[in-house]
């Protein structure tokens, strides 16, 4: 019953902020013990874990990403969001988000940095 809808601009220039929205339908993003994830798969690799914000409100990130990255949420929207700087083409992919340990997706969006 628990939905995720990513939504978000398709293309992004390079070195602009990226922002996507995860909505939850169905279910709240603070249900004790459930934590909310960005995730991304760039063409031809695998799925790349970019950050978490838990039922609580604490916050994660993947190293690599990190200078890079911000997840935040608006409970009384039931969204939480993803801001990621200074984006290069090396950001092209299929974001998604994700919730309760893996156990609800959303369908994924494409995003691509190009001018």
């Known amino acids: 019953q628990v939905q995720l809808q990513e939504s978000g601009p398709g293309l992004v220039k390079p070195s602009q902020t990226l922002s996507l929205t995860c909505t939850v339908s169905?279910?709240?993003?603070?249900?004790?013990?459930?934590?909310w994830r960005w995730i991304r798969q760039p063409p031809g690799k695998g799925l790349e874990w970019m950050a978490t914000?838990?039922?609580?409100?604490?916050?994660y990130y993947s190293p690599s990403l990190k200078s890079r990255t911000s997840i935040s949420r608006d409970t009384s929207k039931n969204q939480f969001t993803l801001q990621l700087t200074s984006v290069t083409p090396v950001d092209t992919a299929v974001y998604y988000c994700?919730?309760?340990?893996?156990?609800?997706w959303g369908q994924g969006t494409q995003v691509t940095v190009s001018s």
């Open positions: 994700s919730g309760a340990e893996g156990i609800y």
């Open positions: 169905g279910g709240s993003i603070t249900t004790n013990n459930y934590n």
């Open positions: 914000i838990g039922y609580s409100g604490s916050t």
